[in-house]
């Protein structure tokens, strides 16, 4: 990129410099050259269009990298949230399985209450997707990938299931057993792809 924008300086600059000097020491009537017959007001059009496009062309490139670093910034931020959110999901799971946290988040919930309505259970089954509206405007955005999106769901989807069986289910083994099993299938694979860069 510098590289192109030097030679682009470089080239304009010299032919400005020696359309100058060419002007300036006449020197191509002393080689014999009728320079009556040259359109100095079409040459200097001619130079001063080049400097116009030479501008346009430095601005594009710049602008363009600018771009580039802008996109590579996001979707380091993008990667670095759904990390983030995959790890705090593991944390919950394995937090739930300490009897004494499952059996305080048990008397904290209201089993009458229909599930949306319980805001306990909701935050049990919200909390680590703090990102989520963020992950979801990199998805609109084309920062994340079809897959990547996909992935994050499945994870959100068996986490929430997990957690629902977990609290619901709390004194049967078999079930919630199951759930977690999948869920940690799911998220095996989804971070595995994650950190190969697979997309």
Known sequence: MKKNIGWLITGSVGIICISFLLDLFDIPSSLGLNMEAINWD??????GN???ILIAVITYLLIDKRNREKDKNQREVALLLLTQTYEQCKESVLLFERPE????AVEKCDFDKVLHEDKQMM???EHPFEFHEKIME???SGTISQKEFSDYMEVRTAFKKHIDIRIMFFD???LPA?????????????TSSLN????
């Open 42 to 47: 079409a040459l200097s059009l001619i130079v």
């Open 50 to 52: 080049l400097l116009v």
């Open 101 to 104: 946290v499952l059996e305080k």
């Open 123 to 125: 935050y049990y089954l």
């Open 138 to 140: 990199f998805a609109c």
């Open 172 to 174: 049967h083994g078999e």
């Open 178 to 190: 199951q759930t977690k099993k999948e869920f940690f299938e799911t998220f095996n694979r989804v």
């Open 196 to 199: 190969r860069g697979e997309q």
